[in-house]
Nanobody, 118 residues
Framework: QVQLQESGPGLVKPSQTLSVTCTASGGSITAYGGYLNWIRQPPGKGLEWIGVIYSTGSTYYSPSLKGRADISRNTSKPQLTLTLNSVIPEDTAVYYC??????????WGQGALVTVSS
């Protein structure tokens, strides 16, 4: 069973860069046939899709983030990193990485709460 765990900074000041790491364990994501997405949930709101990284390393992001997001893959470790620059208070949310297969979320982590505040 593939497991995912997010790790984040907890608190980030406005205009700084938010970085959250997703660590996979228990199995091969590529062998499983899935791919990883980043999603977030602001306080009191629903889930919001951030972006996806495919097995080839190709990425695609939500236009709503206006180019501020980046997903990178660590080639030496089973890790994935989401960075979001020029953050604003509205970026406060619980950030999740999610393993998607056949269009549905199969595995996701416990999430990492990141608060953007001065």
């Amino acid at each position: 069973q593939v497991q995912l765990q997010e790790s984040g900074p907890g608190l980030v000041k406005p205009s700084q860069t938010l970085s959250v790491t997703c660590t996979a364990s228990g199995g091969s994501i590529t062998a499983y046939g899935g791919y990883l997405n980043w999603i977030r949930q602001p306080p009191g709101k629903g889930l919001e899709w951030i972006g996806v990284i495919y097995s080839t390393g190709s990425t695609y992001y939500s236009p709503s983030l206006k180019g501020r997001a980046d997903i990178s893959r660590n080639t030496s470790k089973p890790q994935l990193t989401l960075t979001l620059n020029s953050v604003i208070p509205e970026d406060t949310a619980v950030y999740y990485c999610a393993l998607v297969r056949h269009g549905s979320i199969k595995v996701w982590g416990q999430g990492a709460l990141v608060t953007v505040s001065s």
